[in-house]
């Protein structure tokens, strides 16, 4: 059989070229040729443009059949700020999320080992703009290889704690909410009786979103800047790790549904703030978290600061990633499913 075809890809079809990675598990499909010019002056400009002229792309893209359910995605773009050095914003199943740290690790060791960006020294810095604000991020590289990355995340801080609500085929729920990021409510397992164990990931997708909903019901969220940051992007529930080997054990259920498969950079950034504000981690400590999968992301508080009228920290979120592939994705405009098609 001849594997070699003189077929060539029709002029009028859209041909998106993307490299795909993970951290933790959790994917990342990265858009890096096939885009026309995304218009708009910052992050938040861009996203604006780009969901709409462009949401078929995410939406072919992260969902079937090119993706899944859980499929994840980011956009690069040029630098929004003049010390800078790329842009970024970020796709799920349900839209377009505010932050994104396994999405800001992986993204920094695309950019350094593709060439993308050159950086010299083992331990290059990058600045990247993001929705919620400037991102620093520091790769430590051995033999041109990216072993890992860290970032300072933007001011994470507490929006409610001790709260309650009343959550149909749950019962009465205890729940804080912190931003790092994105703002998550936090619940505690072992106070619902949820297992954490990865056999157990329908029901936490359910309740998760139960939860959600029933607290966006019940209390507005505002971000103190920006009113595209003020929604509730997910339910973290946090319980044991596996033998007690780590910290703690984190299940974030996000977006429509979707399950992280790390840790959760944004989410173990805003436990960060919650525990400093709970007096149980200080400045200059780390804590190590568990993820569903059974990978790690650690998160240090590394000062603490003013952010509106909130009492914030700085934290610093470090993990691995991996490439996964590279992929040419087509667009056949009399294709009936070409936007793709979700079951969740």
């Not at 999320?97 to 350094?112: E, P, Y």
Request: hydrophobic share 40%; charged share 25%; net charge neutral.
């Amino acid at each position: 059989m001849n594997l070699k075809s003189n077929w060539k890809i029709p002029a009028d079809w859209l041909n998106i070229s993307t490299i795909d990675m993970h951290t933790g598990g959790e994917p990342l499909r990265v858009i890096v040729d096939g885009l026309p010019e995304i218009k708009g002056e910052g992050i938040l400009a861009k996203r604006r443009y780009f969901k709409e002229k462009f949401d078929s792309v995410r939406k072919g893209l992260m969902w079937e059949p090119r993706g899944h359910a859980d499929m994840y995605g980011a956009v690069i773009t040029e630098p929004q700020s003049d010390d800078a050095d790329f842009g970024t914003f970020f796709l799920h199943n349900e839209g377009y999320s505010t932050m994104c740290g396994h999405a800001i690790l992986a993204l920094c060791k695309l950019v350094l080992e593709t060439g993308m960006i050159i950086k010299e020294g083992d331990k290059p810095q990058l600045i990247i703009d993001a929705p919620p604000g400037k991102i620093i991020a520091w790769a430590k590289r051995k033999n041109g290889i990216v072993e890992s990355v860290s970032f300072h995340n933007v001011p994470s801080f507490v929006y409610a704690l001790k709260e309650e609500v009343f959550v149909e085929g749950i019962g009465l729920v205890s729940f804080d909410i912190a931003f790092g990021g994105a703002f998550y409510a936090f619940v505690e397992a072992d106070s619902i009786a949820l297992s954490l164990d990865s056999s157990n990931y329908l029901q936490q997708i359910d309740w998760g979103r139960k939860i959600k909903r029933a607290i966006m019901d019940k209390i507005e969220i505002k971000h103190p800047f920006e009113k595209e940051l003020s929604f509730l992007y997910g339910t973290i529930f946090v319980g044991k790790s596996k033998g007690h080997k780590y910290h703690s054990k984190n299940i974030c259920v996000f977006a429509n549904g979707e399950v992280d498969r790390s840790a959760t950079g944004s989410g173990i950034s805003a436990r960060a703030a919650l525990h400093f504000a709970k007096g149980e981690i200080a400045i200059g400590e780390s804590l190590r978290i568990e993820s569903i999968v059974g990978s790690t992301m650690d998160v240090e508080v590394v000062k603490e600061v003013s952010y509106g009228s909130f009492s914030a920290v700085i934290p610093k979120v470090s993990g691995k990633a991996y490439f996964t592939g590279k992929h040419e994705f087509i667009f056949d405009p009399n294709d009936p499913f070409r936007e793709g098609f979700i079951f969740r």
